[in-house]
């Protein structure tokens, strides 16, 4: 049983900053891969960023590239979001999540176990 806790939303203009925090606790935080998922009002969960537990190899989604960057503090137990160049598109409920499988860094929701509550992001335009 892993227990995740986001925090660091809030509302922010456009083109401002935001660091997101993810801390999980239960089991041991380098069993997992972690990832950022984010749902807008009326839309699918998408993901955002993800980051493998040892290598801490990195993955992002096209529209996140080059703005955003996901790291992980073992010692920790908590994952980062940081976010810039923030737009209206990046408005959302952001979520992290785990995914037992350590050693693929996967895009796809079904295949994270454990979700938080989430945090909400809004950028104004």
């Known amino acids: 049983q892993v227990h995740l806790v986001e925090s660091g939303g809030g509302l922010v203009q456009a083109g401002g900053s935001l660091r997101l925090s993810c801390a999980a606790s239960?089991?041991?935080?380098?069993?997992?891969?972690m990832g950022w998922f984010r749902q807008a009002p009326g839309k699918e969960r998408r993901f955002v960023a993800a980051i493998a537990p040892i290598s801490g190899i990195t993955a992002y989604a096209d529209s996140t590239e080059g703005r955003f960057t996901i790291s992980k503090d073992n010692a920790k137990n908590t994952v980062y979001l940081q976010m810039s160049s923030l737009t209206a598109e990046d408005t959302g409920v952001y979520s992290c999540a785990t995914n037992p499988n350590r050693d693929y860094i996967s895009r796809s929701p079904t295949d994270y176990n454990y979700w938080g509550q989430g945090t909400q992001v809004t950028v104004s335009s």
């Open positions: 239960g089991q041991t935080f380098d069993m997992y891969s």
